[in-house]
């Protein structure tokens, strides 16, 4: 069963607004969780890094304050594209780590559809 | 440069024949190999994760290899279904600091 999700799966929201994804571990606590983001056709580009209890660290060319992230608690992660405008249309995936037999194990969310009109 | 590339791009196969996908790299250090499934609109999914010191590990149909000296791996998938008709993705992890390294996917479609 999935054990990492994401809410919501699809969203549309008009330019100039604010959308609000979260990321949730269902069975386990992540103090690190990581959030990408996919064109179509396009292999997975990792955004930023979300640590619980401090501020998350973003990657080259990716704008923080457009891109707000809070690590709410050990579960939680959410990612809030501020002002959104069209060309922020994407699809935005999750991650949290989970300690397996080899190692630390990626678990990835379903996905979010975000759609800027 | 730390990348990984992946061949084909894309496939088409019709259903119950096997098929090869390929991964190469160049991420140094290097801790772990993954391949994942990604469906149309949807997250990956693991099949394998591979170590240094691995090189041949089978989940089910899906079957993958790994040769650290060369630094490649291959994805065998066999008796196609046509639920195999999706993404697969080679994710390298860095050895230092265990960063994943994302391949650009091959693009797989199943026919009956």
């Known amino acids: 069963g999935a054990v990492v999700s994401q809410h919501p799966s699809r969203v549309i929201c008009k330019s100039g607004t604010s959308v609000k994804i979260e990321c949730r571990s269902l069975?386990?606590?992540?103090?690190?969780m990581f959030w990408y983001r996919q064109f179509p056709k396009k292999s997975l580009m990792l955004m930023a890094t979300?640590?619980?209890?401090?501020?998350?660290?973003?990657e080259q060319g990716v704008e923080k304050d457009k891109f707000l992230i809070n690590h709410a608690s050990l579960t939680l992660s959410t990612l809030t594209v501020t002002s959104a405008h069209p060309e922020d249309s994407s699809f935005y995936i999750c991650?949290?780590?989970?300690?397996?037999?080899?190692?630390?194990?990626?678990?990835f969310g379903p996905g979010t559809r975000l759609t800027v009109t | 440069k730390n990348q990984v590339e992946q061949s084909p791009q894309s496939l088409i196969i019709l259903e119950g024949k096997n098929c090869t996908l390929q991964?190469?790299?160049?991420?140094?250090?290097?801790?772990?190999l993954r391949w994942y499934k990604q469906d149309t609109g949807r997250g990956p999914v693991s099949l394998t994760i591979?170590?240094?010191?691995?090189n041949t590990k089978s989940n089910g149909r899906y079957t993958a290899t790994l040769d650290a000296d060369t630094k490649q791996s291959s994805l065998h998938i066999t008796a196609s279904q046509l639920s195999d008709s999706a993404s697969y993705i080679c994710?390298?992890?860095?050895?230092?600091?265990?960063?994943?390294?994302f391949g650009t996917g091959t693009r797989l479609q199943v026919f009956p």
């Open positions: 991650s949290a780590p989970r300690q397996g037999l080899f190692g630390y194990e990626q678990y």
């Open positions: 069975d386990f606590q992540a103090t690190t």
């Open positions: 979300s640590n619980e209890g401090s501020k998350a660290t973003y």
């Open positions: 991964c190469n790299y160049t991420v140094s250090p290097f801790s772990n």
């Open positions: 591979m170590t240094f010191s691995e």
């Open positions: 994710v390298v992890s860095e050895g230092n600091t265990d960063k994943l390294i």
